[in-house]
């Protein structure tokens, strides 16, 4: 009985103390960021009353069908975040809990993420305009390509951005629609020389996509795994490791042949 004893009073401290871990922790901020899906933008069209591409020194085409970019958004770099944020977040299939560093570099002001943002975005259109004309086989000294996009930051869009410029100017390269008239989203940065690399919060951007109308989602190869969780129905994904594959694909879809999938 007193060895009983013993091992109660033990377990009874045990609990105790664990209990009181778990109350300090519930107010304790957590190096957690909290994500959701974000908005998505048709780059064939306008955001907030401009084009999203603009172009100058040739002709371009009437589109039609959508190339939605896809964003999420998380808790900014300066929010506390909580046991609790933390655990509905693990429960929660419309939001997700990502590591902070994951989601903003470590030890930036907000000011200066934002500002890191900014130039990843004008990179990225920059890139993004080098990798379509590269691909057209044009010169971009004939061709002026303006690009805008407002209250979004980041590479991500780079891949979507390329497929809007090549449908302006080219379409599936037969007089048609690079979409075949479908609302098309994606995600996925750029290099100048096409090759499309990988972005974080990939569920989530399916999410959106879905939500917005989207029937076919653009994903980066290597992340089709994390694509395929919790992938809302009707919505089909095809994968690319180039500009290549992305443009080979959306016209294969719009002749109604198989195309690749995750």
Known sequence: MPAVSRRARTLAICAVLVASLLAVAAFVPLPFAVAQPGSTVNVLGADKGRPVITISGAATRKTSGQLRMTTIVATGPDATVRLGDVIDGWFDTDRAVMPREAVYPVGDTTE???????????????????????????????????????????PSAGLLFSL????????????GDLTGGRVIAGTGTIEPD????????????????KRDGATVFLVPKGECSEAEEGLPKGLQLIP???LNDAVSSL????????????
Do not use: F
Not at 140 to 150: F, N, P, Y
Not at 164 to 175: A, F, N, V
């Open 112 to 154: 200066e993420i934002e500002k890191h943002n900014v130039e990843e975005m004008k990179e990225s259109q920059d890139d993004a305009t080098r990798a379509a004309l590269r691909y057209l086989r044009r010169s971009d000294e004939d061709i002026d390509v303006s690009l805008r996009l407002a209250d979004v930051g980041g």
């Open 164 to 175: 809007g410029i090549i449908d302006k100017l080219d379409g599936d390269g037969r007089g």
């Open 194 to 209: 096409g090759t499309v690399g990988r972005v974080g919060g990939v569920p989530l951007k399916t999410l959106a996509a």
């Open 240 to 242: 690319v490791t180039k």
């Open 251 to 262: 016209r294969a879809l719009a002749s109604g042949k198989n195309v690749p999938s995750c």
